[in-house]
């Protein structure tokens, strides 16, 4: 392999990893005799054959050209988690970075918080639901979906352009909700925690006679606003480093879906509110309100059918919303006085989109699936109001951009199965926006199915990121698109039953980036590279206990060739879930290690090792449940990169406290 | 415990060669599949492949794809993964997942009596020609003659013998 040529993998631990895989390898699989063909056995002999079950998920694990890992309703419920970011800080070679308002994700090159929107794409099922200003995917409790309604989350790390477009640089979170049978009548909840959270939830979701499948579900959240201390403000003028009660969250979410006979509609609303409690420029006021609100929403209507029995077709429309409002209070300058009079600055942004998506997916020819399709995005609404209020709050100056993109794109990819054992996959996207180049990404997967047991997957792929609304606002439309090459080899193997393995070797080249030129001007030229190890185990029990255990290893350099801000070299996962004695009540425990990471003034925070621990009851006792976390179990004091590199005084910001343990309690009632 | 520590234990913890002869569920359902259409007798048809179907079940769809290509009755055999009950009256056996089992009367009701192989590995009684069942750690399989009988299909002698037992037609 070229790995070991570029010196991409420092030549220990490769050599360890080949071990490793050595090692795997020496092992027989599972279903060690070779998948003959089956249909040559008398059926006589078939029916005296014992069976191993499958799930749906593992197939569709070792199918992907990816590393695809999942986590289902189950494990959300085993390990109370609460948020997306929960989920994602569970998940192989990924974390998650809070700056207080909102949280950020990072894993495989990226990890900066300015590095993150557009980067991963969020889809709810099938749905991308970014929003068109920034692109950012919503993983907080901004985001649109309780994690009650979620059936699964499933990640599949890689570039997705080719499937997706634009913002699937670096990954894909692919969130699929329950059905309406999966609840079969009402269910409320309330929840409280030792951080002055308190949400209610309801739920209503049934199959009904006709066939059709309905889901509704309404949830609101109010956290409390806490004292918290920042350093790098610890002046008498500043009250001591401490914002007073800035810290308070309150969302409202609203979720509907009806299927029936081919077609599903399905809506989300949600506005969250938070309160900034960091202070995000030298030209704002410590410790005073900055309130800032995030409303998204979308209505999805998509009809999916057979045409024969070869052609299957799925249309999909989405009309989708997004709105941003924030007020900040600026600081006195040294006269005493407030630059040109102005208090308040106010950030007023809406966005509006609609998108239409044609897929076919053709089997006409023996061991090809075909899928081939279009789609037409138009970003009609993309505008930006900046105010500037008087101390008397009268509006002194404003600042207005109105933008808007209209993107055309179509797409083939062919899954050629060349035999039993070898799979072609090949695919192409266009993507042309009306204030762009046309981009091209492009895919090709080899995967081979060594035995019953391994698979082995290496892939190439190409995807792009257009210039966000906002960075060609400020820009001036000078922004351009980036790229990102990416290679990948993923070896899956089931070492027993009910014992999986997952390994994976990638590297990515990201080009076009901003980099600082000799005239000190800020071009598109940059290049980062990225290279990495992960491994995963999985091993279930009887009786739904489980563990999952992982490793990753990853280098990423930035544009000069420095270790990248807020990228761990190492991160470890492991979680496990069993039943107490008695069966009625279920323990979850997460342990994940956090490797050092630079911050952007470039100091190195320490590795962090924090654990979850949850309890809940494993049936409903008379309609009731319920479930009780401890996060943060051992109240390790720690900070996240945060996304500032000036300093306000002679101590740095680079770096904020986390909170310590909290204690979190769901009761649940099944009407 | 490390995770390497973890591995290695897991690892060793396998025993091997224990489950050598078994299949996976997928492949085994779909072969299943395979047989009940070989050893079934159809009325004379018009069509130049012969068409197995499935609904509700990725699984089952993957595994028998590898159908594709063989010949069932003289006839070539296509596979095709329904998103949709629009077609089901052009397929010749249609595997219908247990996902999809409280559809299972309204895909009776709109086949009717058609000359179509209905099979499925839902648990519940249902209106179905063959039904796959657990029977500890192996698949059996009891068939509905009567059903079979009135879409104009004839079960072989061979295949009813082999059936865990006849189902006695549904109400």
């Given amino acids: 392999m070229e790995w070991g040529a570029e010196k991409v993998v420092d030549p220990r631990r490769l050599k360890l990893a080949v071990l490793g895989l050595g090692v795997l390898l020496a092992f027989p699989s ?29 197939r569709q694990v070792s199918d992907s050209p990816a590393a695809v890992a999942i986590v289902t309703a189950d494990d959300i419920r085993a390990y109370g988690y609460r948020t997306l970011a929960d989920v994602i800080n569970g998940m192989r070679g990924l974390y998650t970075t809070d700056e207080r308002t909102y949280h950020y994700m990072g894993g495989r090159s990226f990890g900066d918080v300015e590095d993150y929107a557009g980067r991963v794409m969020l889809l709810i099922d099938g749905y ?20 009650e309604l979620v059936d699964r989350v499933e990640y599949v790390p890689g570039t997705g352009s080719v499937t997706y477009g634009n913002n699937a640089l670096l990954g894909i979170l692919n969130v699929v909700t329950r059905r309406g049978r999966d609840f079969d009548g009402a269910r409320v909840s309330a929840e409280i925690s030792s951080r002055g959270a308190s949400r209610q939830r309801a739920a209503w979701g049934k199959r009904l006679e006709s066939g059709a499948e309905v889901l509704l579900s309404a949830s609101t959240l ?34 509907g879906k009806l299927s029936w006979s081919g077609w599903t509609v399905q809506a989300a609303w949600v506005e969250r509110e938070k309160s900034v409690p960091t202070n995000p420029s030298a030209y704002t006021a410590f410790n005073t309100p900055f309130p800032t ?35 900040r209070e600026y600081a006195l300058d040294e006269d005493g006085e407030y630059d ?21 997916v053709g089997r006409w020819f023996v061991d090809h699936t075909l899928v081939f399709g279009a789609e037409l995005r138009d970003d009609h609404r993309q505008s930006f109001h900046r105010r500037f209020l008087s101390p008397a709050g009268e509006v002194t100056d404003r600042d207005d951009g109105e933008l808007s993109r209209r993107t055309f794109s179509l797409y083939v990819a062919d899954d050629y199965r060349l035999n039993q054992q070898w799979t072609l996959n090949l695919g192409v996207r266009h993507d042309d926006a009306d204030d762009l180049d046309g981009n091209l990404s492009p895919r090709a997967a080899l995967i081979w199915q060594q035995d019953p047991a391994t698979t082995w997957k290496a892939s190439y792929s190409e995807a792009f990121k257009m210039p966000n609304a906002n960075d060609r606002w400020t820009s001036d439309d000078t922004a351009v698109p ?46 980062s590279r990225a290279r990495g190890v992960e491994t995963e185990i999985e091993h279930v029990w009887e009786r739904g206990a489980r563990a999952r255990a992982s490793v990753a290893w990853q280098r990423s350099r930035d544009v000069y060739g420095r270790d990248a801000v807020n990228s761990p070299d190492l991160l470890g996962k492991l979680a496990f879930t069993f039943l107490l004695p ?31 621990l949850t309890l809940s009851t494993e049936r409903d006792w008379h309609g009731l449940s319920a479930s009780l976390s401890v996060r943060n179990l051992f109240d390790r004091d720690y900070e996240t990169v945060s996304g500032f590199d000036w300093r306000p005084g002679d101590v740095a910001q680079d770096g904020l406290r986390m909170d310590g343990r909290s204690v979190w309690l769901q009761v649940g009632y099944a009407l | 415990m490390s995770a390497r520590n973890l591995f290695f234990g897991l690892a060793l913890a396998t025993s091997q060669g224990v489950l050598a002869q078994a299949l996976p569920e997928f492949d085994l359902k779909a072969t299943y599949a395979y047989n009940f259409a070989v050893l079934t007798q159809w009325p004379p048809a018009t069509r130049a492949s012969f068409n197995f179907c499935v609904y509700g079940d990725d699984g089952v769809a993957e595994a028998m ?30 595997y219908v997942g247990r996902d999809e089992a409280p559809s299972l009367p309204h895909i009776a009701a709109l086949l009717g009596d058609a000359p179509v192989l209905t099979v499925t590995d839902a648990t519940q009684p249902q209106p179905v020609a063959v039904v796959i069942v657990p029977e500890g750690r192996r698949l059996a399989f009891e068939i509905d003659v009567e059903r079979s009988r009135r879409a104009g299909l004839k079960p072989s002698a061979a295949l009813l013998g082999l059936a865990r037992n006849l189902r006695q037609p549904l109400n």
């Fill in chain 1, 482 to 527: 980036e790229y990102v090459a990416a290679t990948e080899l993923v070896l899956q193997r089931q070492l027993a039953p009910h014992t999986r393995f997952t390994g994976s070797l990638y590297r990515y080249r990201r080009s076009d980036l901003p980099i600082e030129n000799a005239d000190g001007d800020e071009v598109p030229e940059g290049s």
């Fill in chain 1, 128 to 147: 991308a639901v970014q929003d068109n200003l920034f692109d950012q995917a919503y993983i907080d409790e901004s985001g649109l979906i309780d994690l």
């Fill in chain 1, 340 to 360: 040109d009079g102005e208090k308040y600055g106010v950030r007023d942004y809406h966005g509006a989109w609609w998108r239409f998506d044609q897929k076919f």
């Fill in chain 1, 293 to 327: 609100r995030d409303e998204s929403a979308f209505l999805g209507v998509r009809h999916e059918t057979d045409l024969g029995l070869q052609l299957y077709s799925s249309s999909s429309l989405m009309l989708g919303r997004y709105a941003y409002w924030n007020q």
């Fill in chain 1, 222 to 255: 109010d956290v409390d606003g806490r004292n918290l201390y920042f350093p790098a403000y610890d002046t008498p003028a500043t009250n001591f480093g401490v914002a007073e009660g800035l810290d308070g969250e309150r969302n409202q979410r609203v979720f």
């Fill in chain 1, 30 to 58: 599972e279903a060690g005799a070779a998948q003959d063909d089956l249909t040559a056995l008398p059926f006589e002999e078939l029916l005296l054959r014992d069976f191993v079950s499958a799930s749906r998920l593992a």
């Fill in chain 1, 582 to 612: 008695g069966e009625a009540l279920r323990a979850g425990l997460e342990t994940q290690y956090l490797g050092p990471r630079l911050t952007r003034e470039r100091r190195m925070l320490g590795g962090v090792t924090l654990s979850n």
């Fill in chain 2, 65 to 94: 794809r590898r159908l594709q290509g063989k010949s069932v009755h003289g006839r070539s055999v296509a596979v095709a993964r329904l998103g949709a009950l629009t077609a089901i009256r052009d397929c010749d056996l249609l």
